[in-house]
């Protein structure tokens, strides 16, 4: 038995070195790459594509998870187990997914890519239009082929966060608007807004990226097996733990954009950084699921880096960087700034409040295309009168509207809701971090962040692929994902910034 799960190791580690190699290219891609190289790395990444496949569903790989499902389960540690229940999962979404679907679906997310940029850059949405359609089409037969029990838009979410569905995530998202579309339209009858006026201005590019170094860098972001760049959407990538690749995008009239970006980036990056590696390039050392994933970024961008103690301790910083802004600013002056609520055409420039209802208008056109109730031609004033239903706003043209996102380009529906799951996973996570650690937010405004990276490395980086983040959440916090902290703590955060009670 030993023998088989040996062989199974080689197989699996061989498979998730390719995969690293794809990771590495598609970074490339978006960063570096010369603009004209959009068709020959077409080719490549679907020729890759196609290899790895191959390895998937290699029927010596078959037949050694027979034998080791045959065996006793308590012959293997809970790590081995892991692995071998993991591997046979990705065995059975594999071989039931033909080759010609597996390239066609890489190809046309590198086409798509390069496609999406240029119509971002043109405001043209009839353009990225035709791409869209074919994935729509590409996506529903790999639906059909994985999962046939399953209603397509629900196999494409459980891609990105297992076990989840639309019977549980459209009840949780119509609560949400429930409680934001009121609480934003408060916010904005307030008499009390913080002055913002402070927050703009020039900030050098050379300044904000040093900034963004530092603080990444103070938060546990290791520069010794990762990197910071420049991509026109910020995103973490890489290949391995110790290969992590974050970016970030600058603008000189708003250097608060790009500083979250890269804290936000930081936490996926300790996630992947955090890792349990020294189980091996196995499936039991991946990172969970994208809620999850994303549950890390938004814990340190908004939990710990929009609070007042964080403020409290880089205020200095900020003053000494850019002093012509900051020199007479007061923590509670910068506090309330950051936390501004006010309703925005972006959704990775959204604040905390406004943000859960850019997702759920994503995830109603992504439900809607899926089960026929919306065709893309419309998706422009689809998405324009959502906006304008939810945030009272209509964005003036496409790249401001239904073309900012990257997801689509390469096929990811199903994606978006897990950026508001995670944002619920991480309130609870942080409540939980408070009852355990009482002075956690002492040791923030003191610069030391290291009980947080610790606590959260324990607790869930390195818990890898052993736990369903169902049960993971119950591990930490004692009960199940509970949205009414994510409820509580905006409606209290904002009564008291916007003097919401009086």
């Known amino acids: 038995m030993k023998q088989h799960y040996q062989h199974l190791v080689q197989k699996l580690e061989e498979i998730t070195h390719l995969n690293g190699v794809m990771s590495t290219l598609s970074w490339d891609q978006e ?6 190289a959009g068709e020959a790395r077409a080719k490549q990444l679907s020729a890759l594509a196609g290899v790895i496949h191959e390895r998937m569903t290699d029927p010596a790989l078959g037949e050694c998870l027979q034998q080791l499902n045959n065996g006793s389960s308590t012959y293997f540690s809970k790590a081995e187990q892991c692995n071998i229940r993991e591997a046979q999962r990705n065995y059975d979404l594999e071989t039931k997914v033909p080759k010609r679907l597996v390239q066609e679906l890489a190809e046309l997310g590198s086409r798509g890519h390069s496609i999406w940029v240029k119509a971002r850059q043109d405001n ?6 035709p791409v869209l359609k074919n994935f729509l089409l590409l996506k529903k037969e790999w639906a059909q082929c994985v999962s046939p029990e399953l209603q397509a838009y629900d196999a494409n979410i459980d891609l990105f966060e297992r076990g989840t569905t639309m019977a549980q995530i459209t009840p949780t998202f119509e609560r949400l608007k429930q409680e934001l579309i009121p609480l934003i339209g408060r916010i904005q009858n307030s008499a009390k807004h913080p002055d913002t006026s402070f927050m703009q201005g020039q900030f050098a590019l050379d300044k904000q990226e040093a900034l963004a170094r530092q603080i990444s860098q103070d938060i546990g972001f290791s520069f010794d097996r990762g990197r910071m760049d420049v991509s026109v959407h910020p995103f973490c990538g890489g290949s391995h733990p110790t290969d992590v690749r974050i970016t970030t995008r600058y603008k000189t009239s708003n250097f608060v954009e790009s500083l979250y970006s890269i804290v936000h980036e930081t936490g996926h990056a300790l996630y992947e950084q955090g ?14 699921t994208m809620g999850i994933h994303e549950s890390q970024s938004l814990f340190w961008e908004r939990m710990i880096a929009q609070g007042k103690p964080f403020c409290s301790h880089y205020l200095t910083l900020f003053r000494a960087t850019f002093p012509k802004n900051f020199s007479a600013i007061t923590i509670d002056q910068f506090y309330r700034a950051l936390n501004v609520c006010k309703t925005d055409f972006i959704r990775v420039e959204a604040d905390e409040v406004t943000y859960p209802l850019h997702v759920i208008l994503r995830y109603e056109i992504e439900k809607g295309l899926f089960d026929g109730s919306m065709q893309v031609d419309d998706l422009p004033y689809i998405w324009n009168e959502l906006m304008r239903k939810y ?33 619920m996973y991480a ?59 994510f409820i509580g703590y905006v409606n209290s955060k904002y009564a008291e910034i916007y003097d919401l009670a009086s």
């Open 31 to 36: 960063v570096v790459m010369p603009v004209g």
């Open 427 to 485: 309130c609870q996570f942080y409540r939980t971090l408070l009852k355990e650690v009482p002075d956690i937010e002492q040791q923030i405004a003191c610069g030391n962040f290291a009980p947080i990276r610790e606590w959260l490395n324990d607790e869930i980086h390195r818990q890898g692929r052993l736990f369903t983040p169902q049960e993971l959440v119950v591990k930490i916090t004692g009960e199940p994902l509970n949205p009414d902290y």
């Open 275 to 288: 890792r349990p590696y020294e189980l091996g390039d196995l499936p039991v050392s991946e990172s969970l």
């Open 391 to 423: 945030l009272g706003i209509t964005p003036p043209n496409d790249t401001l509207g239904v073309l900012q996102d990257s997801h689509w380009s390469g096929g990811a529906f199903g994606y978006f809701p897990s950026y508001t799951l995670g944002a």
């Open 124 to 129: 043209c949405f009839a353009d990225f239009a």
